[in-house]
C-alpha cells in the first residue's frame, strides 16, 4: 500500500475543474494566432463564448480523450503493467470511427485519426502511432500531451508511475517529442500533489525525458528567457521566433505549444487566473494548452486556485460531456469524474475504494462547491453547494417567491443539450440519457428554519417528445414547512418511453395564499434505481425524422434506418456494428426484441450489459445456424454456451435476453441457453450487425424484481 495525500480527492476535484475550465475558456478561439485574440478579443481574462455566439459547455477531444483513456485501467490491469496494446484497445472500445472523441481530420493529416486506422487494421500499439509507421511529423503532433492529466491524477505524487503511464498512453498514437512533453507535464502533475514550487516540477519533468531532446533545450531556453526578460509578451515573441509554428511542420506540433505552456506556469504558476489569462492570450491550440496548464495549476493550489478572481466555476456548473461509445458517461460532471479517477488511484496504491457517498445517489454534493450541474434560469434562486445540519447538500436559496410566480426550477442535465447541437464544430455527440421511464427517483429535501412560508416540491423532468418539443413532467408535490425534511419519490411514467429525458430536478413553488417565501431549500441528494420498464421503438410520429429519438443511441453502425419500415432497419458494409443505448447502472434486467430478422450476413443478435463497442454479452445468431450466448472481450468473441437452430433468412423471431447477477440466460424459440459470467456488471442493451443487414420493431426492457 502506497502512501496518497490526505486531500487527494478534493485535489482530483481541483484538477478535473482545472481540465474543465481550461478547455472550455479556450475553445471557442482555437487556433487563433496571438494577434488575431489581440485584435478581435483582447485580452483574455474570463469566457468569451457568449461574444462569439457560442455555449460554454461543448464536445471537445480534450475532455472526451483526457477522461475515457484513463478507464483503461478499468477495462484492463489497474496497475503498472497496463501495457500500450491495453490502452489502443480501450480506443477501439471507446471511439466511434468518424463520430466521437477525436478530430476526425484524415488518415495521414490527423494524428489521431491514422492511429485510430492502425488499430482497427491490426498495427497493435505501440506500432500504431511509431514514426516507423507514421513518419515523424505526423507522430509528434500535440495529441499525446492533451490527454494524460487522468494518468497523472491516478498517480499522486509518484512521478515514475505518472512517467510510465503518460507513455504507455501516448504511444498509441505518438512518437518522439510529443511523448517527451506528455511524460514531462504527466511528471509536473503527479508532482503538484506534493509541491507548487514550479522550478522543482520542471526540474522533476526533465529528470524523465532525454537532455538532448528538443523539448529539454527548448525548456532550458524558456527559463532563461524569462529570467531575462521580465514579461511575458516579450517571451512568448521569442518563443514564437525561435520555436513558432512555421519552424515545425504539421496541423499542430507539440514543441511550439509546449514552449507556451512552460512559460505561462513560469510566469503566472502562482495564480490561476493569471496562467489562463497569460496562456490563453497567447493564442495557437488555446483549449488544449490551457486544459494542460489550468490542470496543472489547480492541482499546485487545489481548490483555493479559484479563489479570489474571476467565477469560473459558477457557470461551468460542473458540466462535462464526454463523447464516447460509453453513452452513459457522456453527459458527466466533475464531481462524478474525480470520483471515478480518484478510485482509480486508490486502486494502483493498494489503498481501498472510497465509499459511495449517500449510499451511491447519483447526486450527493460531497465535495467543496459541487452542485453537480444544477442550474436555475430563475432569477429568484440563487445555487451554491453548503452544509445543511452536517449534510452537504444543494442549497436554494429563494428571495420573494409569491404564489403568483412561476415556479422556481433547479435542474441538471441528463441528455443532450439542445445548444449543443447548434454548434456547427468538429465533434460528433454520442450520448445516452442517463434517466429513464419506469425507474424510481428519490430526493432527499430539507425546508430551511428559516423559511417564511409553505412551499411545495416536486420532482421535475424536461423531455423531448416525438416533435422535439421539451416537455414539462412533474411528480406529486409535497408541503414543506420551515425546519421540516422530507423525501419525494416517484416512478417516472412509462407513458414517456420514446421521449428522450433531457433533464431532471426539482421545481418550487410557495402555497396558495402563503406570503412571499424567502429562505431556502436544501437539496441533500437525488438518485434514481433499477433498469428501466420501456419499450424502444420509432415514436408514433411519422411525419417527420425524429432527432432527439435517434440521438439517443450510440452507434457503430453503417446505416442506421429508423425512418421506414420496422423501427430498426440496420446494415453494416464491413465487420461488426453495434447500436445501443442506455447506461452501466442498469445491473439485473430482461431484453425481449420483437420480430428480430436477419436480412442478410452474420453473426447478429441482441446485446446486454453493453459497455462500449467491444465490451458486452450477446444472444447471437450465428452463420452455421446456431444461436450462442457469446461475450465480446475486446478483440474477442468467446462463445460461453450454443444450440443449433436453424434459423430462416426474413423470418420474425421473438428474441430474449435475461442478465441477472452472473447468470445470463438467452431463448429464441424453444431454445434455452444459461451460462454464468461476472466480467460485466451492469450496461446498456443493443443489436448487433456484422456484414450485412437485420430488422426488428422494438426493444423492450424491464428489470428484474428481486428474488426471481
Excluded at 224 to 242: A, F, K, L, P, S
Excluded at 636 to 656: C, G, T
Amino acid at each position: 500500500m502506497s502512501p496518497i495525500p490526505d486531500d487527494y480527492l478534493h485535489r482530483v476535484y481541483a484538477g478535473v475543474l482545472g481540465k474543465l475550465v481550461g478547455v472550455y475558456l479556450g475553445r471557442p478561439f482555437e487556433n487563433w494566432t496571438y494577434q488575431e485574440i489581440q485584435d478581435k478579443l483582447g485580452d483574455i481574462r474570463y469566457y468569451v463564448h457568449d461574444k462569439l455566439g457560442l455555449p460554454l459547455v461543448v464536445i471537445d477531444d480534450d475532455v472526451s480523450g483526457t477522461f475515457t483513456f484513463v478507464r483503461a485501467l478499468e477495462e484492463h490491469a489497474a496497475s503498472a503493467d497496463l501495457s500500450s496494446e491495453d490502452v489502443g484497445k480501450t480506443w477501439l472500445n471507446n471511439v466511434v470511427e468518424g463520430r466521437s472523441i477525436f478530430w476526425w481530420g484524415g488518415n495521414g493529416i490527423s494524428t489521431e485519426h491514422t492511429a485510430f486506422l492502425n488499430l482497427k487494421n491490426g498495427i497493435t500499439a505501440p506500432a500504431s502511432g511509431a514514426f516507423k509507421t507514421n513518419g515523424r511529423t505526423l507522430a509528434e503532433q500535440i495529441g499525446a500531451q492533451i490527454f494524460i492529466d487522468g494518468w497523472a491524477m491516478v498517480a499522486p505524487g509518484n512521478q515514475a508511475l505518472a512517467a510510465q503511464l503518460a507513455e504507455t498512453a501516448a504511444r498509441v498514437s505518438h512518437d518522439g517529442e510529443a511523448v517527451y512533453a506528455a511524460k514531462l507535464w504527466a511528471v509536473m502533475e503527479a508532482e503538484a500533489f506534493l509541491s507548487s514550487d514550479v522550478n522543482h516540477l520542471l526540474d522533476a519533468g526533465l529528470a524523465f525525458v532525454p537532455t538532448d531532446s528538443i523539448i529539454a533545450r527548448m525548456i532550458a531556453d524558456v527559463r532563461r528567457w524569462v529570467q531575462e526578460d521580465g514579461d511575458w509578451r516579450q517571451t512568448r515573441q521569442r518563443i514564437e521566433d525561435n520555436y513558432g509554428y512555421d519552424k515545425y511542420p504539421g496541423i499542430c506540433h507539440v514543441v511550439p505549444n509546449h514552449a507556451i505552456m512552460i512559460m505561462a506556469v513560469l510566469y503566472a504558476g502562482h495564480d490561476f487566473h493569471e496562467a489562463m489569462h497569460v496562456i490563453n492570450t497567447c493564442g495557437w491550440d488555446t483549449d488544449c494548452n490551457a486544459g494542460n496548464v489550468a490542470c496543472l495549476v489547480a492541482l499546485m493550489h487545489g481548490l483555493a486556485a479559484f479563489q479570489d478572481g474571476p467565477d469560473w466555476l459558477g457557470p461551468l456548473a460542473d458540466r462535462a460531456i464526454i463523447s464516447s461509445a460509453d453513452g452513459g458517461y457522456s453527459i458527466n460532471n466533475a464531481a462524478r469524474i474525480a470520483y471515478d479517477i480518484a478510485n482509480l488511484g486508490h486502486r494502483l496504491s493498494g489503498n481501498p475504494a472510497f465509499q459511495p457517498p449517500k449510499d451511491g445517489a447519483q447526486f450527493h454534493f460531497s465535495l467543496p462547491g459541487s452542485v453537480q450541474g444544477f442550474q436555475s434560469p430563475s432569477d429568484l434562486a440563487r445555487i451554491s453547494q453548503s452544509q445543511d445540519s452536517g449534510v452537504d447538500s444543494l442549497c436554494i436559496h429563494i428571495n420573494n417567491l409569491t404564489d403568483t410566480s412561476d415556479a422556481v426550477e433547479v435542474m441538471t442535465p441528463t441528455f443532450t443539450p439542445l445548444d449543443i447541437l447548434q454548434v456547427d464544430r468538429n465533434y460528433e455527440i454520442m450520448a445516452s440519457p442517463l434517466v429513464y421511464p419506469g425507474q424510481r427517483v428519490k430526493a432527499e429535501l430539507h425546508a430551511a428554519d428559516s423559511n417564511t412560508a409553505v412551499s411545495t416540491v416536486c420532482l421535475r423532468i424536461k423531455a423531448y417528445d416525438e416533435n422535439d418539443i421539451l416537455r414539462t413532467v412533474d411528480s406529486q408535490p409535497i408541503s414543506m414547512k420551515s425546519g421540516q425534511q422530507d423525501s419525494l419519490e416517484w416512478i417516472i411514467p412509462e407513458s414517456l418511453q420514446n421521449w428522450p429525458i433531457y433533464k431532471i430536478g426539482i421545481a418550487i413553488r410557495t402555497s396558495t395564499g402563503s406570503p412571499n417565501l424567502n429562505g431556502a431549500i436544501f437539496l441533500h441528494s437525488l438518485r434514481w434505481d433499477g433498469a428501466p420498464r420501456m419499450t424502444l421503438k420509432r415514436p408514433a410520429n411519422k411525419s417527420r425524422y425524429q432527432s432527439f429519438w435517434n440521438r439517443a443511441w450510440v452507434s457503430s453502425i453503417d446505416k442506421v434506418h429508423t425512418d421506414m419500415g420496422p423501427s430498426f432497419f440496420i446494415a453494416q458494409d464491413r465487420g461488426e456494428g453495434l447500436l445501443s443505448q442506455g447506461a452501466r447502472d442498469w445491473i439485473d434486467y430482461d431484453v425481449t426484441v420483437s420480430n428480430f430478422v436477419v436480412n442478410f450476413g452474420g453473426p447478429m443478435g441482441v446485446a446486454a450489459r453493453v459497455q462500449g463497442l467491444n465490451r458486452y454479452y450477446g444472444l447471437m445468431f450465428t452463420k452455421d445456424k446456431r444461436v450462442a450466448l457469446v461475450k465480446a472481450a475486446d478483440d474477442k468473441r468467446i462463445e460461453l454456451m450454443s444450440m443449433p437452430f436453424a434459423w430462416e433468412d426474413n423470418h420474425k423471431y421473438q428474441v430474449h435476453l435475461r442478465v441477472r447477477g452472473s447468470k445470463i440466460e438467452g431463448k429464441v424459440g424453444q431454445v434455452e441457453l444459461t451460462v454464468t459470467d461476472e466480467d460485466y456488471v451492469g450496461g446498456a442493451v443493443g443489436l448487433v450487425v456484422t456484414d450485412g443487414s437485420l430488422s426488428a420493431d422494438s426493444i423492450s426492457i424491464s428489470p428484474i424484481d428481486s428474488g426471481k
